[in-house]
């Protein structure tokens, strides 16, 4: 009996050995695949430059950033090169994670890896585009033109790069929140009903969250939590959908 259970016990820690060393597969491609991306943004770093700082460049004095250490504008290159890699390989990163995630799936929920690859790039690209496109524009035009008279804004590149490379990764994985909620239901996980009765829960989150991560304005604030909301909500008609059915109960009549 005691050889039993430490078969047993061998059994489950090679399994956990398994899945780490797939777990480190998995993101040693992804990072291959992100560098790739990455030196070959680096070529076009320059016209990249110029389309990340326009947001802000519009309400800067001389529309310029400056830069206060001579390595600043070197390591930016390389920060924007690697920001351009981690989105533009973003089909091939989601496929290292589905293929992570695929081995503890049905056979007939093996399907939906082509699905999840497209739609988790289409939500991901479209987290990074709202961002951009609304997010910024509108905040920065509220911070950076308050009260000029009394002060004049002078941005380092430096800590605009870091502040414009978090936050578009943040709205960017932000978007991703239906994708990962119907994985978590396809897998069983969770269910339609779990999170219909964690909604209050899940929106004091989200708030909470769009707070912290956005910039310290209602504006920002409000274009983050509202679109995450009505994604949870997409989320429960998906799970109702694709989310794993439990058994059907079978009666034994005598």
């Given at each position: ?11 489950g ?48 004095p001389?529309?310029?950033i ?11 290159h390389l ?16 496929y ?9 799936l ?18 991901f690209?479209t ?15 509220f ?13 380092t ?8 490379t ?39 989150i ?13 504006i ?35």
């Amino acid at each position: 009996m005691a050889l039993d259970q430490e078969d047993v016990t061998s059994e489950g820690e090679l399994s956990l050995i398994e899945h780490l060393t797939e777990l480190r597969k998995r993101v040693v491609y992804s990072l291959i695949v992100i560098l790739i991306f990455m030196a070959g943004a680096l070529v076009f770093s320059d016209i990249i430059m110029e389309f990340i700082t326009d947001p802000i460049r519009t309400f800067l004095p001389d529309q310029k950033i400056f830069f206060t250490g001579p390595m600043d504008v070197f390591l930016a290159h390389l920060k924007i090169a690697l920001l351009s890699g981690v989105i533009l390989s973003c089909p091939f990163w989601l496929y290292q994670v589905w293929k992570f995630v695929e081995p503890g799936l049905y056979d007939n929920e093996k399907k939906y890896g082509l699905g999840f690859i497209f739609s988790g790039t289409v939500l991901f690209l479209t987290g990074v585009s709202f961002v951009y496109y609304l997010v910024y524009p509108m905040a920065f035009g509220f911070l950076l033109q308050y009260d000029q008279e009394t002060a004049q804004a002078m941005i380092t590149i430096k800590e605009y790069l870091g502040f414009f490379t978090l936050t578009t990764l943040v709205f960017g994985a932000a978007f991703e929140l239906p994708l990962i909620l119907t994985i978590l239901g396809i897998i069983g996980v969770i269910d339609q009903q779990f999170l219909r009765d964690k909604r209050r829960y899940a929106i004091v989150i989200i708030i909470t969250l769009s707070a912290v991560i956005t910039p310290p304005d209602v504006i920002s604030q409000v274009m983050l939590g509202v679109p995450l909301v009505a994604l949870y909500e997409v989320s429960i008609i998906m799970i109702g959908i694709l989310g794993r059915k439990p058994p059907a109960s079978t009666d034994v009549t005598q």
